[in-house]
């Protein structure tokens, strides 16, 4: 169970899921958290894949996908320990059933997932505060095996690893790094493209 | 649909003008043509030229179009001072025109007064019920504020009118496929394939609906339309490949040895396989074994 399991996102992971959104702004995205469990309650997500931004409720890519991803960080000691989603509509901050099953497959191979949705009112915010914490909402599997939002006040339940995380973030938004981003989509239609996105922050 | 070298000209053109070269007016003239979505630049190209009189005056009647183009692209920015100012401009030359009317009421969608907004568009279907743009900006406006079973109706109620109208028959589709609906999406592709038999993407999308959707059946059917996807584009595209190489493995665990055509579905799956490979080895040699691994997890 995810019951008090805490969760900390390195900036790259955490950059690379947010500009995602910010790049498909009119529709729904996706991506999934690579990490291991580091001590008995901490799960550490190390790197991300930005998925889809087409039709996110289709099978086939998915299965592709994961399988891919899969391959390819388990030689670096790394799994698939939870998934990231953005919703198409600003104001909507309803996990959808899409994101629910797609949460469950995971936590079957990984019981103690993350699900994160991104807050696009914090994400909003982020120019004008000084917000440390990250602009994502964190669900758990609870006992009764549902995904429940930890409340706000437990935000310290996932953490960025690097404190200035938010402020590198602001910067990319700024210069539009986000034109840069390659997801699984982008690489189905043209397999030259990289999803692993290893040039970004170059 | 957006072919990839008409997609590469707007972006060369877009950043030309971005760097003072490029004509601002031709590139707009491309973003209509394609209706790309790409307000932000539209506002800002568009003002740039709207601005300055002498471009302005050079563009003739064509004036009054970029008006209503920068007043769209200033409510998808949220720049409502901006839309407002450009749709006085267009009042004061068109006085008691519906389009003019139109944005009155995309202006009070923007701002998100919905029942103002919603009179507005009545008002204005009371006048002419075939409008199209107006019955869509209602979906729209369903659709916007979170009321999907109401978008689903208002675009079924516009198909009962305007059946050829493939780009609604996506929309629902797409509709259908994000609430998991996949029969009903399954029902909109077949719509869009017997309207227009020849787009892959329609071929491609039923099968992945119907891969979605599984059972030995849709899984039969499916495996045939990223056939015919992979026929129609010349054996270029690459989710039709990877398609072919799930159905047949899915097919292959279902029937275990027991499926009649197991010849033609290995041959099918290792012709896929070989395409595959040799267009990783070609275009991403990097990632090349990465792909043998994950075929490896799709063995018949």
Redesign the interface.
Known sequence: MGGDSKYEIHQNAYIKLVLHALKHK?S?VNGVLLGRLSGDETVEIVDSVPLFHS???????L??AL??IE??FNDKGLSIVGYFHAN??F??FEL???AK?IGDHISKYFPVAALLLLDNKKLEALPKGKDRSPVMQLYTKDASRSWKLVESDGSYRLTIKEPSANVVLVDHISSEKWKDITDFDDH??D??K?WLNSELFN | MVSKTEEEQVNRLESQVENGGGDAWDYLGLVRKLKL?RFDKVLQFGLSILNDPKQRSALGPQEWTLYEEVAIAAMDCQCLDVALESIKVLQKKFPGSKRVGRLEAMLLEAKGSWAEAETAYSSLLQDNPLDQIIHKRRAAMAK?Q?NISLAIEYINKYLEIFMADTDAWRELA?IY????M?KQAAFCYEELILSQPTVPLYHL?Y???L??LGGLENLQTAKKYYASTIDLTGGKN??AL??IC?CTSAIGQLTKGRNKEEKENSELHSLSALALEK??KQ??PS?HS??T??LK??KL
């Open positions: 009119t729904a039709q996110i409720g289709l099978l086939p890519p299965e592709i399988i891919m391959e390819y198409e509509r104001d909507d959808s059933n899409i099953n189905l239609d397999i030259s990289d | 979505r916007a979170g797409e496929v994000s609430l998991q996949y999308t099968a992945d609906v891969y979605t690459s989710r990877f398609g799930l267009g990783y275009r991403n990632k990465l792909l691994a994950t997890c799709l």
